[in-house]
Structures are given as structure tokens and as C-alpha cells.
């Protein structure tokens, strides 16, 4: 049985590409069959790489290491090995609720990323799918989740909007779509998105497609915006989200209006993205100093 029947076999249809995508990501750290072989230490040597290297979040990184785990139920179950080398392992890397409002991003660095979305040497199918991307996170604030989740049917283009669905954490919602969005979502439905669905193995109506046609997953939406830029030009899609909110709070948009923006089930979660007056006193300073 192949991970791939393994994983449709025991898992729900909508984790088998998260699941998939961190197997294939520990069996491309260790190559050549060494993965199917890793013992404990190797284990924690690739986890110790994700962390240092990645700089991903606490549950991403659990998240990865669940797979791992899955991983290796697979290869117990098919006879190709009798041990669990990580059965037991946990990690306890602390999640900080608390949102870091200083170290986010300001508007104007947010429109230079969306500028440069499509500035790689990718074919251009996939330039246009990533500043799509882009765009949802910077003008709808929208988590990685939703956008992986997002169907062509919830694509209203001639109501210029897009219907949310809710998710454990976040509440349904439509939000407006810019007007260069339209016209980047038209061109991109017409002519970029046929190009990925045609080396599709199954029908997807997902509106955000992969390199094979198939529908994204979450944790692979950070490499597709970053893949291809310099260390310095890089964003995460969280810290996206965090700073399109702060921003709005920052422009003297009310809560409420926000909370609903952004799909906050609680105003307090709203709050913990407004500066304090420190930090608002530091910008001004910071932008008003004769020197520079």
C-alpha cells in the first residue's frame, strides 16, 4: 500500500495534502531512503532544521512533526519497519498569543510586495497565481487556510466580492474586492488557472491551484510567495494578515468594523492587534526626527 492509498485510507479527504506535504518534506531532508530508516536523533536533527531555518510558527512546526509520525505508522503497517523511532516525542515550544505590533509591516512595504508578486522567472501561470495570493492577503487579510479553502463558485467577479467560509477559528463572512483585483482574478480564471487544472489527475473547484493542478494546501502557500525571493524580501503570510489589521486600527477604522473584517469570533482578539500609545509615540518620532 503506497502512502498515498495509506493516507486516503485513514485520513479525512481534507488533510491527506497537508499530511502529504509533510512527509514529502522530511523524505526530501533525507533522500535516497534514508528517511524510511531515521532514528530518534534524526528526528530531532530535521526538527531542529524547521526551526532554525524555517522560523515557522509552534503549531506548524507540531504539525510537521505529527506527519512524521504518520509517516512512520505507514511504514509500521506495511512491514517495512517494526519500530517507532518518535512515537513519544513532543514538543513544547510556546505559542505567544501576544500580537508583536511593533515589528509588522507598513502599508507601503505591504504594496511593494504586491508590486513584485509576479517578478520571478516562474512561468506566468504561476506568477499570476501567486500575486492572486498575494492580493488576498494584503487588500482581504485573509489566513492561509481560507485562502487554500477558497472555490471558484465563492469568486464573484461581476459582484466584485468573495464569500468566506467560516473555519474552527474564524467566523464566514464576503468581503469587497479591489478593483485591480478584478481584473487580475478575471485573467488569471481565463487564462492562468486552465493551464494548472490541465495536468490536474482529479477535478478540483478549488480556486487557488497547485504546480499539478491539485489543491493547495496551507502550509505550502508561504513557499509559493517566497520561494523565489531573496532572504531580505521576504514576508510571511501570517505577519501579513496581523499587519493589514493593525494597520486598519491604526488608520482610526472602528473595532467592530475590523472584528468583522477580519472574522474575529471576539472583539478582545481585535484589540491585540491596536498599538499602544508607546509605540504609536515611537513612529512619530521615528518619523519626524530631523535626523536620520
Known amino acids: 500500500m503506497s502512502i498515498e492509498d495509506y493516507l486516503r485510507k485513514t485520513y479525512s479527504p481534507k488533510t491527506f495534502y497537508s499530511n502529504m506535504y509533510g512527509i514529502r518534506r522530511f523524505m526530501d531532508y533525507y533522500p535516497g531512503g534514508k528517511a524510511e530508516k531515521a532514528v530518534y536523533t534524526d528526528v530531532i536533527r530535521y526538527i531542529e532544521y524547521l526551526r532554525k531555518n524555517l522560523d515557522v510558527h509552534p503549531k506548524t512546526l507540531r504539525n510537521y512533526l505529527y506527519t512524521v509520525k504518520i509517516y512512520f505508522n505507514w511504514l509500521i503497517e ?11 516525542l513532543n514538543l513544547k515550544d510556546q505559542i505567544n498569543k501576544q500580537i508583536q505590533t511593533e515589528n509588522l509591516y507598513s502599508p507601503q512595504a505591504l504594496e511593494r510586495y504586491f508590486e513584485t508578486a509576479d517578478c520571478s522567472k516562474l512561468p506566468q501561470h504561476f506568477n499570476s497565481r501567486n500575486k492572486v495570493i498575494a492580493s488576498l492577503l494584503i487588500y482581504q487579510a485573509l489566513t492561509v487556510t481560507e485562502i487554500a479553502e477558497l472555490t471558484i463558485g465563492e469568486v464573484n467577479l461581476k459582484k466584485g466580492e468573495i464569500s468566506i467560509k ?3 477559528h474564524q467566523l464566514a463572512r464576503t468581503l469587497p474586492l479591489k478593483a485591480k483585483q478584478i481584473f487580475l482574478f478575471d485573467g488569471y480564471m481565463k487564462n492562468d488557472r486552465p493551464k494548472l487544472k490541465s495536468s490536474a489527475k482529479t477535478t478540483s473547484d478549488a ?13 505550502g502557500i508561504n513557499m509559493m510567495l517566497n ?8 514576508m510571511q503570510p501570517q505577519k501579513i494578515r ?13 473595532t467592530r468594523i475590523v472584528q468583522v473584517f477580519a472574522g474575529h469570533r471576539r472583539a478582545s ?13 515611537q513612529e512619530a518620532v521615528d518619523r519626524l526626527h530631523p535626523v536620520k
Open 78 to 88: 506495511t512491514g517495512q519497519r517494526s519500530d517507532h523511532p518518535c512515537s513519544e
Open 166 to 168: 467560516a473555519q474552527h
Open 207 to 219: 480556486f487557488i491551484l497547485g504546480r499539478s493542478g491539485e489543491k493547495i494546501t496551507p502550509f
Open 227 to 234: 520561494g523565489h525571493r531573496p532572504e531580505h524580501e521576504r
Open 242 to 254: 496581523q499587519s493589514v489589521i493593525a494597520n486598519l486600527l491604526s488608520e482610526r477604522h472602528d
Open 269 to 281: 482578539t481585535t484589540e491585540q492587534y491596536r498599538k499602544t500609545g508607546n509605540e504609536t509615540l
